[in-house]
Structures are given as structure tokens and as C-alpha cells.
């Protein structure tokens, strides 16, 4: 499925009418999360044939993506169940098979009951997602990226401020995995909230594959 093709599929998934705040519930747009899913399928190979989790998946734009991009399975986590219940109702709209689980990202891990393979295994390809950006809860962007990194085999796509770069390859040399921004991008923030004071931000973000080991096809 060509870039267009793909940004013109998503347009119709619905986000949130009533986002909560404390959970930095902002929408990825159609525009973000169809470059976002291109770039992890055109360019590494990371999304078709392959078992794909989204964390804080709100109303599973990205989550619905990747079905569209051919992954053989795909599982939504969130925190919020009026979230998932979006999720849900966009998965039946636009007629894709999601697994949607409630669940507390930083809970989650190799050894959560439920998440492992029966087998033991790590149970996902790969991982793409658009976690809080940590303004409300300190850190809680690298808790994503943490456990993101502990249940996927291959890679975790996530997307964070520009200004955190520094501090997310620190990190990353900290857990010894492998780094990279894949691409810059920019970030629309329409005014949701009470204490927003423009129409909306342009904010700017990377966004960035980081494996155990680096892949490149």
C-alpha cells in the first residue's frame, strides 16, 4: 500500500471526544501515523508478516495501520477503557482483526502474565508506538521505551520530542541497545485542553528505531 493510499485509509479513524489530561492523551494524526508505519515497512521490513503491539494504543490508529500494512498479528494495549472501546469500534469500521488489551504499560513486561508466548518466547516482531511525551508524569515516555524494548524480538518504533534526543541515546547506551532517529518530524497539537492557549502547536519529534540488534534489509 503506497504512502497516500495509506494516509487516505486512516483519515476516517475516529480519536477521542473527551481525552483525559493526566493520561496526555493526544491523537496521532492520519498524516504522522501513516509516515511513522511507511517508514518502519518501506525502509527495515518491520511490518508486514510480523506480530506488531501497540502501547497506548488510544483510539489504535497506528494498530489499525499495521493490519492495513499486511502484520500477521496485532495486539492495542491501554490503560484507558474508553479508549479501547474507540479502538474497537474503529478496528469494526474499518474491518481489521486487533487484539485490544486494558493494561498498564508500566506494568507490562517479559514476564506479565498473559503477554508471554505459551512457549516462553518474547511474543512481538515489533513495537510501534506514540507514548506520553512525559510532561504530566516524569519519565514515563523512557518507561514505554523500556518496556516496549522487553517484549519485542526485533524493534521498537517510538516517536519523542526533539529535545529529548540527547537524553534517549544516553539511554540507550545505558541499556545497550542499538539507536537511531529514522526520521524528523512535526507534530500537530490541536487545542484540547482548558489551560491550551493557541489554536494549536507544532511540535518537533523524532522518531526513532531502537533494537537489540540493528537490521537493515
Known amino acids: ?17 473527551q481525552p483525559k489530561v493526566e493520561l496526555e492523551q493526544y491523537p496521532t494524526s492520519a498524516h504522522l501515523a501513516a ?12 511490518i508486514e508478516d ?3 503491539a501497540d502501547m497506548g494504543c488510544g483510539g489504535g490508529i497506528l494498530a489499525i495501520g499495521a493490519c492495513l500494512l499486511g502484520a500477521s498479528h496485532v495486539v492495542g494495549f491501554d490503560v484507558d477503557a474508553d479508549a479501547l472501546e474507540i479502538a474497537a469500534s474503529n478496528a469494526l469500521e474499518e474491518e481489521v482483526d486487533i487484539e485490544l488489551i486494558q493494561a498498564d504499560v508500566q506494568e507490562l513486561g517479559a514476564g506479565s502474565s498473559g503477554i ?29 521505551v523500556r518496556t516496549a524494548l522487553s517484549l519485542s524480538r526485533e524493534s521498537v518504533y517510538s516517536l519523542h520530542k526533539t529535545s529529548t534526543r540527547e537524553h534517549i541515546r544516553r539511554k540507550a547506551r545505558e541499556w545497550n541497545v542499538e539507536a537511531q532517529v529514522v526520521a524528523e ?24 528505531r531502537i533494537s537489540k540488534t540493528w537490521k537493515r534489509i
Open 1 to 17: 500500500m503506497r504512502l497516500k493510499e495509506l494516509e487516505s485509509a486512516l483519515s476516517g479513524v475516529k480519536t477521542f471526544s
Open 35 to 46: 509516515r511513522m508505519l511507511h517508514v518502519a515497512q518501506e525502509n527495515f521490513g518491520d
Open 50 to 52: 510480523r506480530c506488531v
Open 116 to 144: 508471554m508466548l505459551g512457549n516462553g518466547e518474547i511474543p512481538f516482531d515489533t513495537i510501534i508506538m506514540n507514548p506520553p511525551f512525559g510532561t504530566r508524569q516524569k519519565s514515563i515516555d523512557m518507561a514505554f
Open 185 to 208: 518530524m512535526r507534530f500537530d497539537i490541536p487545542k484540547m485542553y482548558k489551560f491550551h492557549s493557541q489554536k494549536s502547536r507544532d511540535v518537533a519529534v523524532d522518531f526513532w
